[in-house]
């Protein structure tokens, strides 16, 4: 099984919908991450969460929300799906200093 | 000023030739540096991490790191086909705890 787990690997939504998007990792680690990834802008981080009663908002939280539900799991909400939000998702995690393990992405369509 | 600038591509190697990729960093507090390769539709697999100056060797990678000059690289010795991807600069800013701040990327094409 992989270390960090997302589901689903493909979504496509109607606009309006609200969606969530899970990961689950079995690293241990306490710090988890939301990210999106566009074609030319590269990794943008959403939401973050360095344990389950810490949660921080990234640099494009608009539009987003996430929950921690224990340690291993860390959701992202959609709360109105919108076209822009179409995007590769990642979620990853990290034992610091190291670096990210980062989950296989949740290709993401709304149309 | 982007915070993280990887140098623009695409990048074109022959089979067998040195590639080089380049990234600067604005932070000069940051600590921790990581190149990440990336597969056309695949996650980001953390290749390599540096953090103190100098050279870091693994197999056919090396980083280089330079924190005076803010710069770090990373050369692929014997380039294969197989190394085609595009490689993620991340640099663990001072200001930013755990959280890494990622370069847009260099994409590399090894060719037979």
């Known amino acids: 099984d992989a270390d960090v787990t997302q589901t689903p690997r493909n979504r496509i939504t109607k606009t309006g919908k609200r969606i969530m998007l899970e990961c689950s990792q079995t690293?241990?680690?306490?710090?988890m991450y939301w990210y999106r990834q566009d074609p030319g802008l590269g990794l943008r981080l959403i939401y973050y969460s360095f344990d389950v009663k810490d949660i921080n908002k990234g640099e494009i939280s608009d539009g987003y929300s996430v929950s921690r539900q224990a340690q291993a799991k860390f959701s992202l909400s959609l709360e109105s799906a919108i076209p822009n939000q179409t995007a590769l998702y990642f979620c990853a995690t990290s034992d610091f200093p190291h670096g990210y393990t980062f989950g296989s992405g949740t290709r993401l369509t709304v149309v | 000023q982007k915070e993280v600038e990887q140098n623009s591509g695409p990048l074109s190697v022959p089979e067998g030739a040195i590639a080089s990729l380049n990234c600067t960093y604005s932070d000069r507090g940051s600590q921790s540096f990581f190149w990440y390769r990336q597969y056309s539709g695949k996650s980001p697999e953390l290749i390599m991490s540096i953090y103190s100056n100098g050279d870091k060797e693994d197999g056919r990678f090396t980083a280089q790191l330079n924190k005076a000059s803010q710069y770090v690289s990373l050369l692929i010795r014997d380039s294969q086909p197989s190394d085609s991807a595009t490689y993620l600069c991340?640099?663990?800013?001072?200001?930013?705890?755990?959280?890494?701040?990622f370069g847009e990327g260099t994409q590399l094409t090894v060719n037979p």
């Open positions: 991340a640099v663990n800013e001072e200001t930013s705890g755990s959280r890494l701040t």
């Open positions: 690293k241990g680690h306490d710090r």
